[in-house]
């Protein structure tokens, strides 16, 4: 799976391509946890957002998932999606550790594709920003 991503500024927001894979990884992130909060307050401690805000940025993300689609995100929709790509992988912890399988039966990605996701948007605006 291809994770890197180039952004570039747009006014206050970042704007860029992302593919059919990047969007449906992120809007797997923002659907599950966005299901999975028991309250608003929880999911804006975990994300910075509340339920109706994820889910505004979850149908944004959607679409055919076929082909690359171009974005204009705000820094902080940006860490919305960073933050739930960071905050997914510890709901499939127990007490016998992290399971893999779990977490790629519920997603269809594993996990590396998550982080090396969240990685690369940080890097993507780091660089966006360098100038």
């Known amino acids: 799976m291809r994770t890197r991503i180039k952004l570039t500024r747009d006014g206050e927001a970042f ?12 809007g797997k992130a923002l659907g599950i946890l966005g299901d999975w909060a028991s309250t608003d307050e929880a999911l804006v401690v975990q994300l910075g957002a509340d339920r109706e805000e994820v889910r505004r940025l979850y149908d944004r ?40 399988e779990g977490f790629y039966n519920r997603t269809s990605f594993f996990r590396k594709n998550f982080d090396a996701m ?14």
Do not use: Y
């Open 118 to 131: 969240a990685s690369s948007i940080v890097n993507a605006v780091s660089e966006a920003t360098a100038s």
């Open 15 to 26: 704007h860029g391509r992302l593919t059919a894979t990047q969007t449906s990884l992120m």
């Open 61 to 100: 993300l959607q679409g055919d998932h076929k082909t690359s689609r171009e974005f204009t995100l705000t820094a902080r929709e940006l860490h919305v999606i960073h933050a739930a790509l960071t905050a997914i992988a510890p709901m499939f912890l127990s007490n016998k550790g992290f399971s893999e």
